[in-house]
């Protein structure tokens, strides 16, 4: 049970979190330029050693004293609301900017595997050090099984990545990024604060 709730724990905080990021327009740019099931097998499996970072770093921290590491991971959880909250006005205008540098960067229309490499280099310089990382890294470091924990993550990230290629378009003629953003930072808050609880 515990293995499944921080699964879900994981799924949940990253969820809010990607579905307005560069990750999603870059995911919905390559998917344009290539067919979908390639570009979703290299995103997805830029998200897999992406996360296995994550995980590895948080739980080298986890080694370290646990209250000073609870602390810090609540205070990444903290900047992660602030940074969701003060960009959520801004969400639109930079959905076009990151729309028009990734237009930019992905000329040339590609099939196979040819497809999956190019989306997996693409996305794993887009997710470098990215707030969902760096969240997925402080779960872990604050306690939270690094396995389950890594899958939860791994498959909030493959899932925005899905709703990208198939539905990318619709959803963001339908859906305001500000709300999905202000969800997010809701949801770094209350990490936040349960994280503080568990280290008092």
């Known amino acids: 049970m515990e293995f499944v709730g921080a699964m879900l724990v994981a799924f949940v905080a990253i969820f809010p979190v990607e579905l307005p990021d560069k990750t999603f327009v870059a995911t919905l740019v390559l998917s344009t330029r290539y067919p979908p099931l390639p570009t979703w097998i290299g995103v997805v499996l830029a998200f897999a050693v992406q996360c296995a970072v994550a995980v590895t ?8 004293p646990q209250r000073p590491v609870q602390l810090v991971a609540a205070g990444l959880f903290l900047v992660g609301a602030i940074v969701l909250a003060r960009g959520a006005r801004k ?5 076009r900017e990151a729309e028009e540098e990734y237009s930019a960067k992905v000329t040339e229309r590609k099939t196979g595997l040819r497809a999956v490499g190019a989306s997996f280099v693409v996305l794993f310089a887009a997710e470098w050090g990215d707030l969902s990382q760096l969240l997925t890294a402080s779960l872990v470091a604050s306690g939270r099984p690094p396995i389950a924990t890594g899958l939860g993550a791994w498959l909030a990230l493959a899932t925005v990545s899905g709703l990208a290629v198939l539905l990318g378009r619709w959803l963001l003629k339908r859906v305001k990024l500000s709300l999905i953003r202000y969800i ?15 280290a008092i």
């Open 57 to 64: 770093a948080g739980h080298l921290i986890s080694r370290l």
């Open 184 to 198: 997010g930072a809701g949801v770094c808050l209350a990490l936040a604060t349960v994280t503080i609880i568990s």
């Open 91 to 95: 969400a639109d205008a930079q959905e």
